[in-house]
Structures are given as C-alpha cells and as structure tokens.
C-alpha cells in the first residue's frame, strides 16, 4: 500500500464542476439570449426544450474552434463566454435549472478542503486566467469576491482569491454533502464479477482503498463504485532535470521554497546568486520574486531569448505586465562568465531594466550538467562549460500527475501506453464526448489529465461525463436518484 503523503486533490475546479452536474443542475439554453455563432445558436434552438446534457455533444460540437484539443471543452466554454477569444465579454447563453430527481449518488474525495491544489498556491500572485474566466456554472466570479479583493482594478485574481471562492461555491451550491475532505486514496483496481452480479453491464466495478485523517489518526477505507472520475490535476510530481545533483539539499522545485527562504531571511543582497532554471511563468514568478528582494539571480533556459514559443510572447502586455517586465529584464543582458550582467550593445530600453535590476544574468541556450555539493553548478553552452558558486538551485520546468494509486502508475491509460502520462506529452487516451478512457471502461478521466490545463476548458469534462452517466442511466430505466455510486 502507498504513502498516505502523496499529494493528490480531487476536490479541486473539476471536480466541483462535476459535483455541480451529478447534483440535478441542468443547463438548458437562455431565451433571452443570442449566441453569436449562428450555426450553433440554431442548433441550439432546435432542441431547447432539452437540457445540454441530454443532447449529441458530437453535433454540437462539430466544426467549433478553441484552445482546446477536447471538443465538448471547446463547446462549454464557448457556451459560458462566447466569442472570449476575441476580447468579448458576452453573457453566458445558458441558464440553470435543478431537478433533484436527476441527482447521480457520488462522492468527491480531497487531501484538504474543495479548492484542491489552489490553497497551496503562493496567494500573491495573480492567476493567467481572467477571473471570470476561473468561475464555475451558476455561480459568478465578482459576486463572491467583490468586497474581499485586494485590487478590483485588475481582471485577474490571486490563488487566495479563487480558493475562497471555490470553497463558497460547493457551500452556496449545496454541494457539501458529495464532498469527504482530508482523505488520501492509495490505491484503484478494477474488480470482475459473475454474470449474475449487478452492476455495469459488462461486469465490472471499481474498488478504492484510502484514509481519511480524523483528529491526527489516520482510518482507512474502501470503497466501491461502477463509475471512478480521475480529476486529480497536474501538480503532484515536478519534472527533474535527471543530473547529477539534483537531490542535494540546495536543490527545490516549488517557488514557495523561495518564498520561504527569502521570508525566512535565508538569502539576502550578499548572498550568492540563485540558480533558477526554466522558461515558462513559475520561473518567472521566481526570477521577479528574487529581483525585487535585491536578490543576484542566473537565469538558465533552453530556448532562445526570441524564441516566439516562449508563453511570455503568448500573453498580451497589458494584462501581463509582470511577465513582460521578467522577460524585458532577460532580453537586456547577455549572459557572461561575471557574476554581474552586461548591456547589449545599443539597447536603451535595457538600461533602464539593467538599472533596476542589476544582479540579473540570463544563459539563453543553455542547459544544467552538474550541481555539487560545495554550491557550486555547471552549464553548458555553445562550446563552453561555466562554474558558478550558488545559494540555492529552483528547477521550475512544470509539473506532471503522479498516480501512484493505479496499475503501472496508470501508464497503460495514455495515447501511448510506452510512455509516463503526461499533460502536454501523453495525456490520457479518451472518447472525446464521454470522456471515459478508452482502455478501461467506467473509468473516466479529465482536466489537466487530458490535457486542459486552464479552469476554462477543463469544465467540459464535467459536461461530458455527467452526460454520459445520465444517458446510460436513462437507457438502463434506472431510476436516478437510486442510481449506483460514482467517486472522482
């Protein structure tokens, strides 16, 4: 049996969204609203008598455009915020009925309370989402946070913010009751039985083992259920680089880490420079985090400064401006053997970012090939090896699921079952409208797991699994509301 330490929520935006659909709550199509896509205004309007669930996603779906790869993602979310891609704020189309008889039995399990992994976040920072975009059906944004928000100025939130939030939300909502919190699941195996058994009809249900903390003693339990939501995001285990070195005690993967050590008086002006490896927003995060505590940084990425896959490039200035000002501060030094940063030649503009910031030093181009435990590091570049004498090493180049709690670490559910499950590399391999894997029937999985990353997208899954088991409910003449019992 696995550590009950692994850190695994559930009970984060997915599957609260999903607790919200298994809960009665039906969107049906606002007769008071317009939606700007004709084709899919008049679809809908064939059919408004009936919920969405109860529609073909697949028809609904078809020849709609996002920045999604899931389609009924694409759907939802283009159904909440239409037309948000092109800075248009719309209404959403939907609106909300409940019907307690189509309530589906489940239970929500998390290692803290509903926010999932959102209450460990740095809650200073501001979210890459808009606020409105992080909202969960029904329920909307700056009606919970108006009041409580530190600058009601700014679209976007804080992690502080979206927590509290989400915790008011399964509170508002009635959820309460599907949600079991400070359980930790240590293992999920799929359990055969006779033909006479009840059940799915081929046969099978799920058995899942875990605890649950009460009063610091840990009790386990076990749990059975024809249908398991796999809705445990993407921040369990951090990528490693695979060098020499990296568990030397000076070496970190959290941001928090160096929030910890700046708060904690750890590293200072007079320390030696922080390592941070990495190109995307946790580094960020950490290299503006570092530069404002007068703190010297080496700054080392793989990709070109130019490089127009860099997310800095990806985001508009003026609702980032911090990460154009971290990426600012790299493309106005070079990267040189002195601890201290050099101008390029003829760059005003990085000057002024020199001046502000002057214990900054980017290596574009380069990679990590050792970490030593006299603090010292070693890069490769175009030819070259560099040695620096370091404080303290943050390797912040993303995060993939640990599941440790399925067969094989649940590599035989991915797109290529070769390989780890990863987000971006080899997500799960599911139907694109129910969202059940593809190699394990009633077992269903969504959010970062097949590959939607942002609280945007990933309430799409909960559209189509909760379509899903109505539908197959339905056709089994069972009634709902004595439905069999489902876990996510």
Known sequence: MQSYEKESFCNGPSGICLSYLLSGYKPYLDPATVHPNPILYRKLQDTKHLPITEQDLEYLSEGLEGRSSNPVAVLFDTLLHPNADFGYKFPSVLQWRRDKQQHIPHLVLGRGTPGGAWHAMEGSMLTISLGIWMELPGVNYKDLTNGKRRDVTSDRATPEEISSYYCNYVKLKGLQKNFVDNTYVTSIQKLYRGHDGEGLENGHTHQG??????????????????????????????????????????????????????????????????????????????????????????????????????????????????????????SSVCAKMCPKPQLAAGNAAGNASVNLFPDYTSFPEHCVVSFQSDMKCLLQGNNSLKAFKISMVLVLIGTNPDLFFLKGQGQYLGQDPTRPISCKQNPIDIDPYTFECTKEPGLFAMGPLVGDNFVRFLKGGALGIASCLLKRLKKKGKLISNGGNNIM
Request: proline share 5%; net charge negative.
């Open 209 to 330: 083992d875990g605890g649950q903390v009460q009063n610091d003693t840990h009790v386990p339990f076990c749990l059975f259920a024809e249908n398991v939501v796999l809705a445990t995001g993407a921040s369990d285990s951090p990528v490693r680089l695979g060098v020499e070195g990296e568990d030397l005690p000076f070496v970190f993967h959290s941001i928090s880490d160096l929030g910890l050590a700046v708060s904690q008086r750890k590293l200072d002006k007079n320390s030696d420079p922080v390592l941070i490896v990495g190109a995307g927003l946790s580094a960020a995060d950490a290299v503006l985090c570092a530069c404002n505590s007068n703190i010297r940084v080496l700054h080392v990425f793989r990709k070109r400064i130019d490089d127009s896959d860099l997310i800095f490039k990806q985001l508009p200035k003026t609702l980032y401006p911090e990460y154009h000002k971290a990426v600012s501060i790299a």
